[in-house]
């Protein structure tokens, strides 16, 4: 059960990604109002963390079974461990990170999408091909 779970969440964090990616590039301006969303308050901080957390999980569990298994169990890391730090910060400096860090990113909207849009990409076929 926490297999099917997993490689569920896997598929979704990859159907995101690319969803992400073709968003940014048909509708760079409704996403870029989304990524300026992030951390606007204390429960989407913490919505998104656990949903990182639980999403690096997945990724740490199916991981063996997927093709770049050490590249997707890194990433799986990554997200764990700062995640977990971010809820070690209060959520509004976060908040000001994202609110000087989102602008610049933006700048850069279409290679945001096209590297969403890959990454996405590899993960749905990473996890569907397996290792």
């Given at each position: 059960?926490?297999?099917?779970?997993?490689f569920?969440?896997?598929?979704?964090?990859?159907?995101?990604?690319?969803?992400?990616?073709?968003?940014?590039?048909?509708?760079?301006?409704?996403?870029?109002?989304?990524?300026?969303?992030?951390?606007?308050?204390?429960?989407?901080?913490?919505?998104?963390?656990?949903?990182?957390?639980?999403?690096?999980?997945?990724?740490?569990?199916?991981?063996?079974g997927m093709?770049?298994?050490?590249?997707?169990?890194?990433?799986?890391?990554?997200l764990?461990?700062?995640?977990?730090?971010?809820?070690?910060?209060?959520?509004?400096?976060?908040?000001?990170?994202?609110?000087?860090?989102?602008?610049?990113a933006?700048?850069?909207?279409?290679?945001?999408?096209?590297?969403?849009?890959?990454?996405?990409?590899?993960?749905?076929?990473?996890?569907?091909?397996?290792?």
């Amino acid at each position: 059960m926490i297999s099917l779970l997993a490689f569920a969440l896997v598929l979704l964090a990859g159907l995101y990604l690319a969803g992400l990616g073709v968003a940014v590039l048909a509708k760079p301006a409704a996403a870029s109002r989304f990524l300026l969303g992030f951390a606007g308050s204390g429960p989407l901080h913490y919505l998104e963390l656990v949903v990182r957390i639980l999403v690096g999980l997945a990724f740490v569990h199916r991981a063996p079974g997927m093709m770049l298994s050490g590249v997707f169990t890194a990433f799986g890391w990554v997200l764990v461990v700062t995640s977990a730090a971010l809820l070690l910060v209060p959520w509004q400096w976060h908040r000001r990170f994202a609110g000087r860090a989102v602008p610049q990113a933006l700048r850069f909207l279409p290679l945001v999408g096209i590297c969403s849009l890959l990454l996405g990409g590899l993960v749905l076929v990473a996890a569907l091909r397996g290792g």
